[in-house]
């Protein structure tokens, strides 16, 4: 019977897995979508977002059927607990990425991003992607150590944003004010996609130590950042 | 035993309804801070985001207490983990009423908004707080036909977005950049705080009849609206 069960959890955790691999993919492809203003790449990113909704609501109903039937308790009770929360972030990413690729599409022909911010919105795209790819393996691993990790990107992540906004107030900006608004969103997308992130590893880290991230890392020295406008993750 | 345990569930929908109340309280409060320019109350909503945090984890850990040690089926169980889910709408909220008074920090002793988005901002903030006050009414009374009038009251806020962004699109536009991406943001802040209302309505809705809004109100006629950009909801 406790096989049985286990085998249930283990079935989360890969749908979990699962959708993290999706939906870091999703990010990807939107970023190139964006930067090739590539319709076409734009739609399948749309439209594969479906494929992530249903593996929330499947991963859910499991979840909620195994704490009915199995009625865990301790440890278990917070993997499952805990892996509702988790899908939670990951459904919200997908939906993060698709916003990526809807801009894409509103503005086809058109590129939405202006060549001098190629590369920074490349680098927020591709490290959206790796932060993904870093979570995912934080739920298959468990390791602290990586979790911990993804917090750090996360700065580097808060540093792009950063650059982009100090692009944008730049007196010598002359995209106009439709593309500040669309690149003042796209940096919001990013930044957000990349807190689910770390949000999903952070819960991973919890699951393991019973602590929450912050405090483990609290004796570490935080970088100084001093806050500006749309670069809040709270 | 069983009425010890009722209570336990009643006093989780206690903390439901005052984070609604809070957060509530929050987006008016910091929608006034934001048009006056007032730091003092900017910063009175920026330290009361504390308190919404500390409700959630509590109500969390009552939830999660709850399942242990009570290992509800059915209904009950279905009420303790949507319960988790509308605390993570409502703590959300409180950020983004968070964020809305950092940027009038941010600005002071500058105004974020020009005079002549004034009433459309007052007019969100309002709608904001309204529809979280009408989500904590539908926590209490469970009442389906006004947890469905919230969708129609968010298609209200979708209207004023778009007005937001035409605004910020109109060749007439004078404030610049800086304003622009404040702007933007700000609008953003403002529809996702009226998600997360219509959200936790819309958990009720599930709970009470065991089917999610949208498929009750499949048979209205929705009203037609054309996407634009940062008007992205899903």
């Known amino acids: 019977m406790r096989d049985a069960y286990h085998e249930e959890l283990d079935s989360i955790g890969d749908g979990l897995v699962e959708m993290a691999r999706l939906v870091g993919s999703a990010i990807g492809r939107a970023t190139t979508?964006?930067?090739?203003?590539?319709?076409?790449?734009?739609?399948?990113?749309?439209?594969?977002?479906?494929?992530?909704?249903?593996?929330?609501?499947?991963?859910?109903?499991?979840?909620?059927?195994?704490?009915?039937?199995?009625?865990?308790?301790?440890?278990?009770?917070?993997?499952?607990?805990?892996?509702?929360r988790m899908s939670a972030d990951l459904e919200r990413s997908g939906d993060l990425a698709q916003h990526v690729a809807k801009l894409a599409r509103l503005r086809y022909p058109n590129r939405a991003v202006p060549q001098d911010l190629h590369a920074t919105i490349l680098e927020m795209g591709q490290l959206a992607q790796r932060l993904m790819a870093k979570a995912a393996e934080v739920i298959v691993t468990k390791d602290v150590d990586l979790a911990l990790q993804l917090e750090q990107d996360d700065d580097a992540m808060d540093l792009l944003h950063r650059t982009l906004f100090q692009h944008l107030m730049d007196d010598r900006w002359k995209h106009g004010i439709e593309t500040a608004v669309d690149v003042t969103l796209l940096g919001r997308y990013y930044e957000r996609f990349a807190d689910h992130a770390v949000s999903v590893a952070k819960r991973v880290v919890y699951l393991v130590t019973g602590e929450h991230a912050d405090e483990i890392q609290a004796a570490d020295i935080q970088p100084e950042i001093q806050p500006v406008a749309g670069a809040e993750s709270a």
């Open 33 to 84: 979508a964006i930067l090739d203003s590539d319709l076409k790449l734009a739609e399948s990113v749309i439209e594969a977002d479906a494929k992530v909704d249903e593996l929330q609501h499947g991963l859910e109903a499991r979840a909620i059927a195994l704490l009915a039937r199995q009625q865990p308790v301790a440890t278990d009770l917070r993997i499952v607990v805990t892996s509702l």
